[in-house]
């Protein structure tokens, strides 16, 4: 095993984890912080900054409790930490670390919210002015039940309406996050250009 070569992509492996999600979180406390819950700032016509908060899944998704997902989140992160350990073991391709890496931070960038935001933060109401910070344990919630900071919406175009079923809807409707974009950016990326990598027995299994 090259040390020298594993040493330097897993700290490759941890710049990326810690850039994505100090980059995640100053956007969804700006946001969360400085707009009133369903604010829209209009950037260009393809491109909002909505300021939405959820329970559910990536994409503003809502389906199951709060807490109950965001242990599914915490089980998730955990369990691709541990392939994440196991490819950088095995010095696998820098991009294919990278990518992994990605899905490991916007995972963990969600469960922050649903862990923390509940206690730290006022809670966002529609009309009211923006939350603002609070004393840890006097916030809108407890622990596991924090809402994920959802915020940029892009509506490229509309369907035409006489297309059957999607007719006069918006192509990508969905409001997302910084943590959604990694963990699909990473995803979309190894199925690309990694996919032959992509074994149970490569991913799970360490070189010894």
């Known amino acids: 095993m090259n ?14 984890v810690i850039c994505t999600l100090i980059a995640d979180q100053i956007i969804k406390i ?14 260009t016509n393809w491109f909002e900054i909505r300021f939405t908060e959820n329970d559910g899944m990536a994409f503003g998704m809502d389906f ?13 992160i ?12 095995k010095n696998a391709p820098t ?7 990605l899905v490991v931070a916007g995972a963990a960038g969600n469960i922050i919210d649903n862990c923390l935001y509940g206690l730290i933060f006022t809670e966002s109401i529609y009309g009211m002015p923006p939350a603002h910070f609070v004393p840890i344990g006097q916030g809108y919630g407890s622990f596991l039940s924090g809402h994920v ?9 509309e369907w035409p309406s006489w297309m059957p079923l999607v007719g006069g809807n918006v192509f990508f409707g969905a409001i997302f996050n910084f943590a959604d974009a990694a963990i699909s950016c990473g995803a979309v990326a190894l199925f690309i250009f990694y996919h032959k990598l992509l074994s149970l027995d490569y991913l799970l299994k360490a070189r010894q």
């Open 3 to 16: 040390t020298s070569s594993v040493s330097i992509k897993s700290a490759i492996a941890i710049l990326v």
């Open 30 to 43: 700006t946001v969360k912080t400085n707009m009133g819950l369903y604010e829209i700032i209009n950037v």
């Open 64 to 76: 199951i409790g709060t807490m109950f997902l965001a242990l599914f989140r915490m089980a998730a």
């Open 78 to 89: 955990i369990f691709f930490s541990y392939i994440l350990y196991n490819i950088v073991r």
């Open 95 to 101: 991009g294919f670390i990278v990518c992994f890496s």
């Open 149 to 157: 900071v959802d915020m940029f919406y892009f509506p490229l175009f």
